[in-house]
């Protein structure tokens, strides 16, 4: 009596869990659904060029790995990169990119799609690209081609100052220009939600002027304040990594596209301790709360997946007609008369 | 604001001030720029060094050099090779080894045409350098580490252990792949000379007078050359690395560079001085400005001179930056006879790799520059400003003559139109005669008149320039020696010379003497600025020197006064100036002797030194030569002469005092 009443007592227990668990599953469906975004692009931009700023090169490749890790596909990346530092004849590791000083990681590895290289880094170029007014000839691997429903990463890094972003050597992109180029992109209605993240120097000036929505902005430093690089590989003979990526890394590593770690999270993984700059946030634009919103948002990539609430019949239908084989035709080979003379 | 001839511009504020104090206050000025210049070595009042250019990486990556035994080897081969050749490179063996290590070999033959005494001298001599080819890059840039190679006959310390350090590093870079730009070994015959013929070479240009170096021709090149480093180790165990950075004309290689090469010793190890001392902190202000000052001074010393220190002074004319690493051997300790050669490749080696990661020429950083210290320096916005005080004093006292002249004349003109009117009224009617004379005779500003005497000043100086070689020839023919045909030349023609004021026929004529005096003031004090600007050091000397004498000097009623101004002023003349130097140095040098021993000593080393400033200026084009006969000497002619001119008229004072 009493071993049945333990029995009862089990089944009964396992019976809520399992309703429990039911019940949290559908919320999560519904969760599922209420991500708006369909796809998922990033845009990657090392703006700097010259062997001494290898670490802004090993910056983007590295975020770039990331992104690639955690399901963006190469044709929903836009990398640019302003300098070949794998073949710099200053390079003892020829045809590599290191982002730390142990050599662990070839970021330059062999399936690397740089969509921008060089020269064609430039501001116009960049603009273009963001606000999709590019020529028509340009290949698709060129082009941003996000829609409404698209969830951005835009990753820049190089050489900041207070209200621009210096390309190449040559010329500058200011913050207004940005923020003007976010504001075009929202009212083509060529993105849902853009996470803009930017490792400069005095890198919060560029997100200041931005008064577009959906858009959550961080910086890797303050502005009048500098972004330090992290560290040296003496084996190279150049600065490797800068601090903020670093850390940013470091968190990303520990992420798979299941992963439940949230934005707000990785808005929190450079303390000023480590950083020694100020990591700056901009969400005033962003409707939604950072730690509701998984990291894989904007760094991983959901499939266009549509589910359907109840079958119809006509879904089999098809799918039975679909499966039809089609019988093969004993006469395979047969006379074929030459072309007819419509002249007679 | 008037201008300076404008009547009005006499009544205004300023220019009355100017006119009453103006020698006081130039006097101040002469004050201040000279302990401006003294306080620039005090610490706090100058800046520590850093580098700016952040292509270089300087010192990032780690040492791999480590083949220390074949530097040994090579030295010792050397050392063997050398007792062969007593007066040459020991060609076949450096162009061996260069080829075995697998650079692109070469070498260079030049001439030099011997420009003084008797015709046609000729000295032959010939360079030996390798190229290693950067494997992965284009050959546009490239990087030059030379060493003058001293064969055992040569007084100065040997560069054996240069050479072979060279040979070991050139070795270990041969086998790196990391290489952006050509790196080229050179070893030059005749100390400087061999340098700036291969350099005329390279660049396929005469620097110096034309047919006087033969630069002969280089059949292999390595694009542009972005810096060089110059070896003088003396030792295989190296104690002290001394840093030399000035070069011709008082030129001096990027702070940044500089900046590296201590950088890199430290990181090795190695203590490095400048000027051969090292960086001392007594932790006592006074103790540490003297300390810095007298580093500051020697610098200044040298750069003065415009010769270049070693050979990387050559370079600089070329846009290449240059230094020169003395290694002075550590006689004290001899321990180990197998010396430090790995740190001393350690430190070529970070200090190539980092020039390696340049990006373009050196263009950041301070190219003008004291330094009081290798840790420290003053730029030339710090020290620009003494000069320009020094010489602003100059300015400021012709400004004060031109107005008191304009006002003396002014005054007069009204005063003898006054007389003029009431010449019937019999108003001090002696002192209006007096008056009308001195108009008769002073009124007339004659500009032909100054202008010829500067013309002609100016000419002698050219001449006096163009002479050493006509002067040679004449002393050949009496078989004088050079050095005694030139020094004896110049102190004729210095003799000559101190007649010059009987032909100036103004010298009676206050106006036009004043004229002269302003235009001479304006112009010195014009070419101490434009001097300072590219050689600072010999500017704030020549200013330092002049100055306060220009200031004393005025034509004086006075004949004792007359006589001790006139007695200076053969006292500063350059050549009395040269001697006079030399004669203190000697004195200094060699304590022990009699007087006489010391004058023949030291009467000799003037001649050398003469000799050496000629040929310097006619193979290198070392400029203190030619500013010292074309600006300095003409100048020293045209105050030679004020100082025998008619003073200012007594009666001005009466003139002027009647108009207050």
New interface residues.
Partial sequence: MNKRNYFVFHVIFFAIIIVCHCENYTDKIDDFFQNKHTNNWAVLVDTSRFWFNYRHVSNVLSIYRSVKRLGIPDSQIILMIADDMSCNPRNPRPATVFNNANQHINVYGDDVEVDYRGYEVTVENFVRLLTGRLPPDTPRSKQLLTDEGSNILVYLTGHGGDGFLKFQDSEEITSQEMADALEQMWQKQRYHELFFMIDTCQAASMYERFYSPNILAVASSLVGEDSLSHHVDPAIGVYIIDRYTYYALDFLENVDPFSKKTIGEFLTVCPKRVCISTVGIRKDLFGRNPYDVPVTDFFGSVRPIKLLSNTSSDTNLLISTTKKVVPRSKSQYRYVPPLISFKK | MGILTDPSAGQGKITKIIIKYYSKISVLMYVGGVMWFFLLAYSPLNAGTYFSE??L?PG???SEFRDESSARQYFDELQDEMKLYENSIPYPWILAKFQQIGLDTYTHNFTLNYPLGKANIKYAGKNVYGILR????GSTESLVMSVPYRPPSNIHPSTASSIAIMLAFAKHANR?????KDIIFLITEHEQLGVQAWLEAYYNVVCGHRGVLDHGDLRGRGGAIQAAINLEFHDVNIAKMDIKVEGLNGQLPNLDLFNLATRMCSKEGIIHTFKGRENRSYRQGLKDWSYAFETMMYMVFTQATGIPNGNHGLFHRFGIQALTLEGISDKKSHYSNHGNLLSTGRVLESIF?SL??L?ERFHQSYFFYLLPSSDRFVSIGLYIPSICLIAGALFLKACGKWFRLYQYLVNLSEHGNNSDHSHAEDVELTSDLAIQENVNTNADINLMQIFGVLFFTHAVGIIIMNSPKVITRIGAEYNLNTETSVYGGFALMFAILLFTPLFVRIKSCYNSMTVLHVISLLELGTVLICLSMYNFSLGMLLGTIYVPMLLFIEPRYCRILSCIQKFIWIITHPLVVLTFIVFIFTYINFPGETFKENFGRSLAATEHALIFSIVDFMIYSNWLYGVVCCVIVPNWLCFWSILFSAPKPKTDSNVTKKDN
């Fill in positions: 952040n292509a990486l990032l990556v780690k950067a494997a992965r890059a790196q792949k990391y290489w952006s790799r390696n990661n990006l």
